[in-house]
């Protein structure tokens, strides 16, 4: 479950790994609670189920009933939800969803002191006791969320971005100079700027 329905890196990247085993043991069901937008256009041109639970503008929806509907159609053994917000609503619900084990996943590096871990301190602190497992997708992550709101690390496991590679020979790559390419958006929290001034001090 994301926040909005735009199109980030957490959105394509968690939508592909979805869908990269169709015919799994797992089945995923895919939603927002935003409205109708570019990450639902998008899902379903890749052959994804995505729900909307806020409708359209045309139609809104009460967001929070929608939310419980969906649970009562599904009965999810998992909710797997992205981000503060949606995850406080998920959690403030959970009497009406006993049985549903709530996993949150986090991405952005939550490193105390910084921002963006002042505002996971305040809001996932007190709620942790709520939440069943994270998911990160660095082990740097993992260490600075165990610190910051006091989890065991066995409560955190890591999933890397990405979906296995097709087999096949290895490529061929030709000698040159070595380059590291990242692929991410380019806002102050995800580090650029740290990262570049320490690559250019090596």
């Given at each position: 479950?994301?926040?909005?329905?735009a199109?980030g890196?957490?959105?394509?990247s968690l939508t592909?790994?979805?869908?990269?085993?169709?015919?799994?043991?797992?089945?995923?069901?895919?939603a927002t609670?935003?409205e109708e937008g570019d990450?639902?256009q998008w899902?379903r041109?890749?052959?994804?189920?995505?729900?909307?639970?806020a409708g359209?503008p045309?139609a809104?929806?009460?967001k929070?009933r929608?939310?419980?509907?969906?649970?009562?159609?599904?009965?999810?053994?998992?909710?797997?939800?992205m981000?503060?917000?949606?995850?406080?609503?998920?959690?403030a619900?959970?009497p009406f969803m006993?049985?549903?084990r709530i996993?949150h996943g986090?991405?952005g590096?939550v490193e105390?002191?910084t921002p963006?871990?002042?505002?996971?301190?305040?809001?996932?602190w007190?709620q942790?006791?709520?939440t069943d497992?994270?998911?990160?997708?660095a082990?740097?992550?993992?260490r600075s969320?165990?610190?910051?709101i006091?989890?065991?690390?066995?409560?955190i496991?890591?999933?890397?971005n990405?979906?296995?590679?097709?087999?096949?020979?290895?490529?061929?790559?030709?000698?040159?100079a070595?380059?590291?390419?990242s692929?991410?958006?380019?806002l102050?929290?995800k580090?650029?700027?740290?990262?570049s001034r320490?690559s250019s001090?090596?």
């Amino acid at each position: 479950m994301f926040a909005t329905s735009a199109i980030g890196g957490a959105e394509r990247s968690l939508t592909r790994m979805a869908l990269c085993r169709p015919n799994g043991p797992v089945h995923y069901t895919l939603a927002t609670l935003g409205e109708e937008g570019d990450w639902t256009q998008w899902a379903r041109s890749q052959g994804a189920d995505a729900i909307a639970l806020a409708g359209s503008p045309a139609a809104p929806r009460h967001k929070v009933r929608a939310l419980v509907d969906l649970w009562r159609q599904l009965k999810p053994d998992f909710i797997y939800v992205m981000g503060l917000r949606p995850a406080t609503l998920v959690r403030a619900l959970r009497p009406f969803m006993p049985r549903t084990r709530i996993v949150h996943g986090i991405r952005g590096n939550v490193e105390p002191g910084t921002p963006l871990g002042r505002d996971y301190r305040r809001v996932e602190w007190p709620q942790r006791f709520l939440t069943d497992h994270y998911i990160t997708n660095a082990e740097v992550t993992k260490r600075s969320l165990a610190r910051l709101i006091s989890v065991s690390p066995l409560r955190i496991d890591v999933v890397y971005n990405g979906i296995e590679a097709p087999e096949g020979p290895p490529i061929a790559w030709p000698e040159r100079a070595r380059e590291i390419v990242s692929v991410a958006n380019l806002l102050p929290v995800k580090g650029h700027i740290r990262f570049s001034r320490q690559s250019s001090k090596s």
